[in-house]
Structures are given as structure tokens and as C-alpha cells.
């Protein structure tokens, strides 16, 4: 392999391509650009020049009126100021600091107002600003001393928020079809984030429990599961294709009501759905998918159908549980409150990857390998924690007991073998014992006839 001259070209990616490309999904790319617009074209409005002409052209032009968006400034050369401050950052790093501390102060000044100020802030939300401007410079190759500015960042308030509760999704499942009762256990007993559940069939697959062994996608589950076999949970890849890919997993009563939900899709369409084809679609006869945006507004529509969310009063700016995250804490914690088998620092590194961390810590990716079967032995653990229907939970725990009897049973069954090889080799040893200490007894007989008769020969030699 040669490389020539001429077939080396050196080429500046656009700013914002780089900046797109390193999120992971795309509803953080609309809220990382959202703030970043912001900060770029309203904040930073008289220290950039941009395009005026652009801005100009926008102001002239009626816009279009977005449901929940009150934006007050122009956003037409956003993609000019972008380029402009990243080109000024890597030119002068001074400069691009002190635009960053001064940003800071302000923001600061917002968290010091009265919590029933429209303009106040939540000294936790200067992180949520800072985020894209530093992810945005650092995918374009600008170096600054992030640490020291994160120093100056204010000191968060205790989070007021909460996890649902069991009771409260018992309620929202109440109020629901087919199709949001998938959504709702998908992310009670996954505990995936909002922005991962625009799967495809193929990225649901059951875990089957046969003689002993768990089978899956990559095993011939068609030739070896049998009528003894059960689905014991389901595996969904996550994220599938990129290198955030991990696995996380589903109660038999979710697999449940995706089996249901199968149904429903296949009438809708006129056939059985491909493997490609998404998970979640729009309603009608069309394999249209829902976007992340459409799942979020029907989980709003759920938890208001259901009353678990109430109209904010007058001065608070944030409902008491987090829409999707509310789904994740309450994995988180029942996960991480079912017992295990493994050491505790084990079986926390495992249940940190079914939420997709590293684990830990960063070193856990590479020194702590765990294979699937490992994560879903950990996972039945939590199962009954995790399962809302009392019928399915009570399933659930039968089968967690019959599964603990059995090892019991097992244990049980070893001792006993272990005691009567014990009291076999005691008896073995005893039997060594009275035989050695008979060939002992014989020997000395012998050697003391010996010794006589040497003395008598010795007496008649005198």
C-alpha cells in the first residue's frame, strides 16, 4: 500500500457538521441547538457580527407561529455565528474565555432572582447552557481550561424531583391502549432514556430459559427451544448500529404486551411487520415512524389522561416528576434494591451497563468484560421489582421462588453428598490407621525377637 502526495487533501469540515455528528440523538441535537442558538444569536447577539442580511431577509418575513415556542430573536445566520466564534476560539483561546466567564456572570445574576421571576434560573440549568458550547468547541479542535470554568459554575440546589411510583404507573396503565401500554412498561422495565425508543422490530428479541441456558437472536433459538421453554424476559438493542450500542432489557410482562401490540401493528398494516421496519409507528395503515417528538406527546397525554400530572401552579416551573426520567429512576431503583448472588461492587458494575453506563467507573468498559448471560441472570433478579401488574408479579416471584428452592434443593443435595465423602474418608482414615498401627505392632514384635535372640547368641558365645 502506497500513499502519494496528490492524494493528500486537507479539508475543514463545517463546524456544525462536527458538532451534530458527536450527539448521540436526535432529540439532544434539537435541544443542544436550541440553547446554542440562544446563546450564539440572542446572547452573543452585539459581540458576533453573523449575516445581517440573512437576519434581515428573516425580519421580513412573517414566521411561522411553533406550538410552545416563544422565541424573541432572529436566528437566520446561526450557521454564520457559528463559524464565526469557533474561528475567533481557536485564534484567540483569551478571548473565547472571556466571553464564557462573562456569559457565566450573568447567567449567575438570573440564579440569584426570586423563583417567581420569569427571568429566574435554576443554578443546576448553567450546566444544561454550557454543555453544547463545550461540546461544540471541543469537536472543532479549541482547547480550554474546562476545568477551571466549571469551578465557577454555582453550587446546585437539592433536585426536587422524583422517580414514579409503583402505584402511579399501575394508574397510568389503567388509563391506556395497547399501544401505550408498551410505551409505559417499555420504559418502567428498561429504563432506557427518552431518546432511545425509536427502534425497529429486529431490535426486540425474547431471552428463552431451556435446560438450563438462556438462548436468544444469536444462538438457533427455532431448533432448541421446546415446549418447556419459557420467556424468561426480552433483550432491545439499544442504539443499534452506533458506538453508544448496548443492551438493555424487558419484563416477561412487557414481551406480554409487545406479543398484544403485534397484533394490533399487523391489523393496522394488512401483515406481519419486517424487521427493519420501526417499532413504533403513526396510527393508520402506513409504516410511518414516530418520532421522538410523537412518543413524548403521548406520554404527556398519558400521564394528564391519567392525572399523575396536575397544571403547574403559580411559580413552579417544573412538574415534580421528570416525563421519561421519572421511568428511569424508578428502574434505577428497583433494580439496584433487588438482591443478587454477585459481590456488591460486581452486580453494581452490572447494573450500571443496563442503563447504558460505562459502569463504575470509565475503566469498567475495558477490565470488567461481562458476558450477556451474566447481566441476565442479574437482570431476573429484579424482574418482580420491576413487573406493575399484580398478576404478572405475582408469576414473577413464584418463579423466582421455585428457581431459589431448586438452587436450595441443589446446595441441600451437595452437603449431604459432601458430608457422606467426609465421613467416607474419616472411615477410609481410621482403617489406615488401625492397619498401620498393626504393620507398626508387628514390626516391633519382630525386632524385639530379634534383639533376643542376638543377646542369647551374644550369651552363648561368652
Not at 485564534?91 to 474565555?97: A, C, L
Not at 403485534?262 to 398494516?269: G, L, M, P, Q, V
Not at 447494573?351 to 459502569?359: A, I, S
Request: proline fraction near 4%; include cysteine.
Amino acid at each position: 500500500m502506497e500513499i502519494h502526495p496528490n492524494e493528500i487533501q486537507k479539508t475543514i469540515d463545517d463546524p456544525l457538521v462536527r458538532f451534530y455528528s458527536s450527539i448521540r440523538t436526535p432529540y439532544t441535537k434539537v435541544v443542544y441547538e436550541d440553547k446554542l442558538k440562544k446563546i450564539l444569536c440572542e446572547w452573543l447577539g452585539p459581540v458576533l457580527k453573523g449575516d445581517p442580511e440573512k437576519v434581515s431577509k428573516q425580519k421580513a418575513t412573517p414566521q411561522p407561529k411553533k406550538a410552545g415556542v416563544k422565541r424573541k430573536f432572529y436566528d437566520a445566520d446561526f450557521e454564520a455565528r457559528v463559524i464565526e466564534f469557533v474561528k475567533r476560539a481557536k485564534n484567540d483561546n483569551d478571548w473565547v474565555e472571556g466571553v464564557l466567564v462573562k456569559l457565566l456572570e450573568k447567567l449567575k445574576e438570573r440564579t440569584q432572582l426570586d423563583s417567581t421571576n420569569s427571568e429566574y434560573l435554576k443554578p443546576a440549568s448553567i450546566r444544561n447552557y454550557f454543555f453544547p458550547v463545550q461540546k461544540l468547541l471541543e469537536e472543532n479542535k479549541v482547547n480550554l481550561a474546562w476545568k477551571s470554568l466549571h469551578r465557577l459554575f454555582p453550587e446546585g440546589v437539592d433536585d426536587d424531583t422524583r422517580a414514579y411510583t409503583h402505584e402511579e404507573i399501575q394508574k397510568m396503565l389503567n388509563y391506556c391502549k395497547i399501544f401505550d401500554r408498551v410505551l409505559i412498561l417499555l420504559a418502567a422495565s428498561s429504563g432506557i432514556r427518552a431518546g432511545a425508543f425509536t427502534l425497529n422490530w429486529k431490535h426486540l428479541v425474547p431471552v428463552y430459559q431451556h435446560d438450563g441456558k438462556y438462548l436468544w437472536e444469536d444462538q438457533d433459538v427455532t431448533e432448541t427451544i421446546s415446549q418447556q421453554s419459557k420467556i424468561v424476559c426480552g433483550v432491545i438493542k439499544i442504539y443499534s448500529g452506533s458506538k453508544w450500542e448496548y443492551m438493555a432489557f424487558i419484563t416477561p410482562e412487557c414481551w406480554d404486551a409487545i406479543e398484544e401490540y403485534r397484533k394490533y401493528w399487523t391489523r393496522e398494516i394488512g401483515r406481519e411487520p419486517k424487521g427493519e421496519e420501526a417499532f413504533f409507528k403513526t396510527q393508520g395503515p402506513f409504516v410511518k415512524p414516530l418520532t421522538e417528538n410523537g412518543i413524548r406527546k403521548r406520554m404527556e397525554r398519558i400521564v394528564k389522561d391519567s392525572s399523575i400530572r396536575m397544571p403547574l401552579l403559580q411559580g413552579q416551573r417544573r412538574y415534580e416528576v421528570p416525563l421519561f426520567n421519572g421511568f428511569r429512576r424508578f428502574f434505577n431503583k428497583a433494580n439496584k434494591k433487588s438482591l443478587s448472588k454477585n459481590s456488591t461492587l460486581a452486580q453494581l458494575i452490572l447494573k450500571e451497563n443496563m442503563m447504558g453506563h460505562v459502569g463504575l467507573i470509565k475503566l469498567d468498559k475495558n477490565y470488567f468484560k461481562t458476558h450477556v448471560e451474566e447481566i441476565i441472570e442479574e437482570y431476573l433478579n429484579s424482574v418482580p421489582n420491576l413487573t406493575i401488574s399484580d398478576e404478572f408479579r405475582l408469576r414473577a416471584e413464584n418463579s423466582k421462588l421455585q428457581k431459589e428452592k431448586e438452587t436450595d434443593k441443589t446446595s441441600s443435595e451437595t452437603i449431604d453428598s459432601l458430608w457422606d465423602n467426609i465421613a467416607e474418608l474419616q472411615f477410609e482414615i481410621k482403617s489406615l490407621r488401625a492397619s498401620a498401627q498393626t504393620k507398626y505392632d508387628d514390626e516391633l514384635k519382630e525386632r524385639i525377637q530379634n534383639l533376643k535372640n542376638q543377646a542369647k547368641l551374644n550369651s552363648f558365645g561368652k
